[in-house]
């Protein structure tokens, strides 16, 4: 009886993964010439490094008529790192739309950058608020 179920189990096994070998090759069949896109029809390739990358730290310094600003990493582990900001970048503080220059050294941002040209260009800056401080626990009275 285990010798009938082993074989009948080999043979079910066999026909699945053939039917995936023979579908996997009608896939990769190219379409006929007329079909094909003209060279000039077809989209530009996409960049390199297209992707938008995320950092969080502190602002080292920022240079509004070179529209760069250079953040130190919040591990402490990395170097500052200089970004370019594009004209339509978005930057905000609090919820409100901001300006470059209405950042200061200090501040702690979360950039988001694309890689252009061997450069980072920001996309996006948000300056983070510092928390409130907790309020002051009451003093109790002591016992006596």
Same mark, same amino acid.
Do not use: C, W, Y
């Given at each position: 009886m285990f010798k009938k179920l082993s074989i009948c189990v080999t043979v079910l096994c066999a026909f699945a993964f053939t039917g995936t070998v023979f579908a996997d090759d009608q896939a990769v069949t190219p379409p006929p010439a007329a079909a094909q896109a003209t060279p000039a029809a077809t989209p530009a390739a996409?960049?390199?490094?297209? +992707?938008?990358?995320?950092?969080?730290?502190?602002?080292?310094?920022?240079?509004?008529?070179?529209?760069?600003?250079?953040?130190?990493?919040?591990?402490?582990?990395?170097?500052?790192?200089?970004?370019?900001?594009?004209?339509?970048?978005?930057?905000?503080?609090?919820?409100?739309?901001?300006?470059?220059?209405?950042?200061?050294?200090?501040?702690?941002?979360?950039?988001?950058? +694309?890689h252009k040209d061997d450069k980072r260009v920001a996309t996006s800056i948000k300056v983070r608020t510092p928390k409130p401080a907790a309020p002051a626990a009451p003093a109790t009275p002591e016992a006596k």
């Open positions: 996409p960049a390199k490094h297209s +992707k938008t990358s995320i950092i969080s730290g502190a602002v080292v310094s920022v240079d509004a008529t070179a529209k760069q600003i250079v953040v130190k990493g919040s591990e402490g582990k990395m170097d500052s790192i200089t970004f370019d900001v594009s004209d339509d970048a978005n930057i905000r503080k609090a919820g409100k739309e901001i300006a470059l220059t209405d950042i200061a050294a200090g501040d702690r941002v979360m950039v988001a950058f +694309k």
